[in-house]
């Protein structure tokens, strides 16, 4: 079950909407979602959420003030859909 | 123990596949063979944990004194097992309690709406399918420009009206008042301030019309999906599709989307998506565009402005292109899962939010970045260069240092149709930011206020006009909502005549480009669409990926800009004869 994820995302032509796959591999979301965290822990797939949280801390502009687009506050932030990549095995 | 809780237990008991099971029996026996840690642990589960290499517990395990023989005859069964399962001995343990688990959740729950689709499924059946996606995309963006531009045009006469009227007044009646009228510093509060800040705040309704439009696709879970559907494109070029989402923070700034490259994964992704973000057109261009669309396609605005978005969208799929083939080469290209969000109906809340910061964002822009570039560049024009009498603050134009400037950067654009030196000017102080081009245009044509030209009139009279003329604005922008699905309740045409800036640009244009005005003002919202980022959006690009990805965009940002508009111009010009 487990390859399964792996194999449906790559062989998905575009994105995969997380619902569909559920609906593809016939598991509930919520197992999925242990599923996809487990290969998370196992570095085959990455939570981009978390890689951009984690760059998210300097901010380059001086010129937009409390409009940083570093900061949480700046009005131009839209929130993207969470995305979650598969990490190639020859990757570094 | 209970007899229900042991005929449990004996229940949950599930066999691993026959290679694994007979390790966990000998790792159990190990652990059953060292009663300290068989005390503290029962010996098939932590068999089973530790043959997942559970590293934390087999920490814990070490310390234990009897501990020896369990983690000798581990390794001799990870050994054993490592030629079947390579790595991912963890991955069959796993595997195959999911698929317990699974098993038991389809014996033991009913679910009555298990094959159920969700209204958010259906619309997405048809949003997001992969012929329907795009043109929907497209329909929803020419919707988007064509509420931008139709709800905001009344209240956008009416600042017009405002700034050039009682603002005017008001300030020349308050210099008058204190003996400062009529003077330099006149001048620099009406043709500077005024004029620049006044020229940038008139688009207010129109930014406050496209953030409000952009904030409910946000809102509903659409902006998500337009993500999704212009994956499909950019894959089939060798793109990275979630490249796109930075792109989609682009259409409000080109900083955030810089900063949003971050959730791609390798730094060719970043770079490449970094490079390409700032086509997508910002927010801060659109008052060029509704200026020169409003001039010189007077009826076809709202279609000039999509085409502006849309051709930065195909300028970046194609430079991307180029780039995947030359000089940022890949493989192949990644491959995703995505979480839509549920469609909903929009929040008011959120909505006022997102509209009202975005807007409040450009007015502070006004008043500090433009407000100061303003000033700057009325200075520029009053110093004189050239011209025998010329003084201080009475100098014509074009012998200021300002002009001096931007007229002998004028030839670069004269191919492109527009080198006259105003035109240049406004360009080069674009570089600041998007919005000040709008504002160099207004200042460097020292547009004559049409209420200089009536009769003076009271405070009074303008507090009343301000009023009226406000009152006016709001029904003909509640008129242009039905006529935006094709019901004109005004019944007659009553488009608003050119203002005095729009027509010297006008003029101006025609002589630049030997009659070619059109063209020439085309080429031009061609070449803002495309050429070098402001400053803030270059500062962005040298944090993320460094000064020679950063000289990279300019440049490069620039030459494609150039190319573009002279093709616009040059090849406009061929097919017209």
New interface residues.
């Given amino acids: ?3 399964k994820i792996l194999h449906e ?2 062989a ?8 569909e ?1 559920s609906r593809r591999l016939d ?2 979301r919520s ?1 999925l979602d ?3 965290q ?1 290969w998370v822990r ?1 570095g085959r797939l ?1 939570d ?2 978390s ?2 949280g984690q ?2 801390t ?1 901010c ?6 409390r ?1 940083c ?2 900061s949480p506050a ?15 095995l020859d ?1 570094d | 123990m209970t007899a229900p809780r042991l005929q449990a237990r004996a229940t949950l008991y599930f066999p691993y596949d026959a290679a694994i099971e007979a390790e966990i029996e000998r790792v159990s026996a190990a652990i059953d063979g060292a009663p300290q840690l068989a005390a503290k642990y029962a010996a098939r589960w932590l068999a089973v944990q530790l043959l997942e290499g559970d590293a934390a517990l087999l920490a814990k395990v070490s310390d234990f004194p009897d501990a020896g023989q369990v983690i000798a005859v581990l390794a001799e069964s990870r050994a054993r097992l490592q030629p079947i399962y390579g790595d991912d001995i963890d991955v069959a343990l796993v595997d195959r309690r999911y698929a317990f688990v699974h098993r038991v959740v389809q014996d033991a729950v009913v679910q009555r709406d298990a094959h159920r689709v969700s209204p958010s499924d259906k619309i997405d059946r048809v949003v997001t399918h992969p012929v329907l996606g795009i043109p929907i995309f497209l329909a929803l963006m020419w919707l988007v420009f064509k509420m931008t531009i139709d709800a905001s045009a009344p209240l956008l006469d009416w600042i017009e009206l405002v700034m050039a009227g009682p603002v005017t007044n008001l300030l020349g009646a308050l210099l008058n008042s204190v003996r400062l009228g009529g003077g330099w510093v006149e001048s620099l509060l009406v043709d500077g301030v005024v004029a620049g800040v006044g020229g940038v705040l008139v688009f207010i309704p129109v930014m406050f019309a496209l953030y409000l439009v952009l904030a409910v696709l946000e809102d509903c879970g659409y902006m998500a999906r337009a993500a999704m559907v212009m994956d499909r494109p950019m894959r089939k070029i060798g793109l990275q599709g979630k490249s796109f989402l930075p792109m989609v923070v682009g259409f409000g700034c080109s900083v955030p989307a810089i900063y949003a490259t971050r959730t791609l994964e390798n730094r060719r992704d970043r770079l490449l998506t970094g490079l390409l973000t700032p086509f997508m057109s910002c927010s801060a261009r659109l008052p060029v565009y509704v200026l020169f669309a409003a001039i010189f396609f007077p009826q076809y605005a709202s279609l000039a402005i999509f085409a502006m978005y849309l051709l930065g969208i195909a300028v970046a799929i194609g430079i991307g292109f180029l780039l995947n083939h030359t000089l940022l080469k890949t493989s192949e290209p990644s491959h995703f899962i995505m979480e839509l969000p549920p469609y909903r109906l929009p929040m008011l809340r959120n909505v006022w939010r997102q509209m009202w910061e975005r807007t409040a964002s450009f007015i502070r822009n006004a008043w500090t970045i433009i407000l100061t570039v303003s000033i700057v560049l009325w200075f520029l024009l009053a110093i004189p260069v050239r011209g025998e009498h010329a003084t201080f603050g009475a100098v014509a134009i074009e012998d200021s240092v300002f002009g001096a400037v931007a007229g002998a950067a004028a030839p670069v654009f004269a191919p492109l149709g527009f080198g006259s030196w105003q035109a240049s000017g406004a360009l080069i102080s674009g570089f600041v930011a998007k919005e000040v081009v709008v504002a160099t245009l207004a200042q460097v044509y020292r547009v004559e206020l049409p209420a200089a030209a009536t009769p003076p009139t009271t405070l009074l009279e303008d507090a009343a006009l301000v009023v009226t003329s406000f009152g006016q604005a709001m029904l003909d922008t509640l008129k242009s909502i039905p006529r935006m699905v094709g019901i004109d309740l005004a019944g007659a045409d009553d488009a608003a005549e050119p203002t005095a800036l729009m027509r010297a640009v006008q003029t101006d244009f025609a002589a630049a480009s030997g009659g070619h005005g059109a063209l020439a003002g085309l080429a031009f919202m061609v070449f803002v669409l495309l050429y070098t980022p402001c400053m803030a959006a270059v500062a962005a690009a040298k944090h993320e990926f460094g000064v020679k990805w950063m000289w990279v965009s300019v440049l490069g940002q620039f030459a494609v800009a150039w190319l573009a508009a002279f093709i616009v111009f040059q090849g406009g010009r061929w097919l017209l004869g």
Avoid: Y
Avoid at chain 1, 74 to 88: A, D, G, H, N, V
């Fill in positions: 079950m487990l390859w995302i790559e998905a032509q575009g994105p995969l909407d997380l619902n796959l598991v509930d197992v242990g599923m996809i487990f196992k990455v981009d959420a890689v951009a760059a998210t300097v380059a502009s001086h010129t937009c003030g409009n687009p570093s700046c009005p131009f932030t839209m929130k993207l859909p969470r995305t979650i990549s598969l990490i190639p990757a």
